[in-house]
C-alpha cells in the first residue's frame, strides 16, 4: 500500500522561507513522478511543482518559478518543496502525490496517491 506523508508546514512572514518535506512508503520511489499540490477552501487542487525522480526533470507554476525548488532524495524515498520569498497568496493545504508514471502535466487528474497534507500560512 503506497503511503506519503507530508511535514514542514507552518506559519511565516512574507518574504521568509519553508522547506516541506514528503516520505513515500510501498511503492519504488526512484520511477515515479512526484508531485506537490496546494488548495485553498473554497478552490480546486492547483498544481505547484512536479519531478521525475528517475530522470530529476521538474516542471512548476509559473507562480512559483524562481521561489520554489523540488527536490527528491531517492535514498530516502523523500522529495522536497523548498519555498522561498514566501507571500500571502501562497497560503494554502500543501499535498504531495504519487503518480506511478512518468510527468507529462501538472495537473491533479495525473494522480492517484496522496498525501493529508501540511497546512502553510503565509502573514504579510
Known amino acids: 500500500q503506497v503511503q506519503l506523508v507530508e511535514s514542514g508546514g507552518g506559519s511565516v512572514q512574507a518574504g521568509g522561507s519553508l522547506r516541506l518535506s514528503c516520505v513515500v512508503s510501498?511503492?519504488?520511489?526512484?520511477?515515479?513522478?512526484m508531485g506537490w499540490f496546494r488548495q485553498v477552501p473554497g478552490k480546486g487542487r492547483e498544481g505547484v511543482a512536479v519531478?521525475?525522480?528517475?530522470?530529476?526533470?521538474?516542471g512548476y507554476a509559473d507562480s512559483v518559478k524562481g521561489r520554489f525548488t523540488i527536490s527528491p532524495d531517492n535514498a530516502k524515498n523523500t522529495v522536497y518543496l523548498q519555498m522561498n520569498s514566501l507571500k500571502s497568496e501562497d497560503t494554502a493545504m500543501y499535498y504531495c502525490?504519487?503518480?506511478?508514471?512518468?510527468?507529462?502535466?501538472?495537473?491533479?487528474?495525473?494522480?492517484?496517491?496522496w498525501g493529508q497534507g501540511t497546512p502553510v500560512t503565509v502573514s504579510s
Open positions: 510501498g511503492y519504488m520511489f526512484s520511477s515515479a513522478c
Open positions: 502525490a504519487l503518480s506511478t508514471r512518468p510527468c507529462t502535466v501538472l495537473a491533479a487528474r495525473a494522480f492517484k496517491n
Open positions: 519531478v521525475n525522480t528517475g530522470g530529476g526533470s521538474t
